[in-house]
């Protein structure tokens, strides 16, 4: 048998505050709830521009390369998107994405070494400087093509939190890495904020 489309209803005991009645001319004994207009205005707004931001680096660091046997932090120097303002904080933390919207991400990020036999590429998330998720490693392979390095893992954020990409590589040299847009990159997109309240 199947089952009533009433059945599907939200409850909403507690929630007449935030109804309206929509019913038009009909019976008056008929009650229609909706969600005011203001209301859907915010959800399809939130919807639409949902909070997401991207940046990526054009040089790396001073000598366009990084030190063997060291974790840096990368310092990101432009911005394809930023819909909530999460780089914000680029002139004193270069490294950093900051959380304003409480909720589940999903973090990302992408490297292209050059070319090198030797040691191993460690990249990884590093939330509030202290807690670090999504570790990913790939050994070193020789080749005519760069090493492309992916990373992806969600995490759930408060507002106020904010994650770094750190990488570590032991090839024995200083190590280059492309810059431009494509070739290196570091992203982060609300997925849900649903139970963000208790994370």
Same mark, same amino acid.
């Given at each position: 048998?199947?089952?009533?489309?009433?059945?599907?209803?939200?409850? *909403?005991?507690?929630?007449?505050?935030? *109804?309206?009645?929509?019913?038009? &001319?009909?019976?008056?004994?008929?009650?229609?709830?909706?969600?005011?207009?203001?209301?859907?205005?915010? /959800? $399809? &707004?939130?919807?639409?521009?949902?909070?997401?931001?991207?940046?990526?680096?054009? $040089?790396? =660091?001073?000598?366009?390369?990084?030190?063997?046997?060291?974790?840096?932090?990368?310092?990101?120097?432009?911005?394809?998107?930023?819909?909530? &303002?999460?780089? !914000?904080?680029?002139?004193?933390?270069?490294?950093?994405?900051?959380?304003?919207?409480? &909720?589940?991400?999903?973090?990302?990020?992408?490297?292209?070494?050059?070319?090198?036999?030797?040691?191993?590429?460690?990249?990884?998330?590093?939330?509030?400087? =202290?807690?670090?998720?999504?570790?990913?490693?790939?050994?070193?392979? !020789?080749?005519? /093509?760069?090493?492309?390095?992916? *990373?992806?893992?969600?995490?759930?954020?408060?507002?106020?939190?904010?994650?770094?990409?750190?990488?570590?590589?032991?090839?024995?040299?200083?190590?280059?890495?492309?810059?431009?847009?494509?070739?290196?990159?570091?992203?982060?997109?609300? *997925?849900?904020?649903?139970?963000?309240?208790?994370?």
């Amino acid at each position: 048998m199947p089952s009533s489309p009433y059945d599907q209803l939200p409850n *909403l005991t507690g929630e007449s505050g935030a *109804l309206e009645d929509i019913r038009s &001319g009909g019976d008056p004994s008929r009650f229609f709830p909706a969600a005011r207009g203001g209301d859907v205005d915010a /959800v $399809t &707004g939130r919807i639409l521009n949902v909070p997401r931001a991207g940046v990526y680096f054009d $040089t790396f =660091v001073p000598g366009g390369g990084t030190t063997s046997g060291v974790t840096q932090s990368i310092s990101w120097d432009g911005v394809a998107y930023d819909t909530d &303002g999460m780089y !914000s904080q680029r002139a004193a933390f270069p490294a950093r994405l900051y959380v304003r919207t409480p &909720g589940l991400y999903l973090w990302t990020a992408q490297m292209a070494w050059v070319i090198n036999g030797f040691g191993d590429r460690d990249m990884y998330f590093l939330k509030n400087g =202290v807690f670090a998720f999504g570790t990913h490693y790939v050994p070193a392979t !020789s080749g005519a /093509v760069p090493q492309f390095q992916f *990373l992806s893992c969600p995490q759930p954020m408060n507002a106020g939190d904010f994650v770094e990409v750190r990488i570590l590589q032991n090839s024995s040299v200083n190590l280059a890495v492309y810059g431009s847009n494509g070739n290196n990159g570091f992203q982060a997109t609300l *997925l849900s904020t649903f139970g963000s309240d208790n994370q």
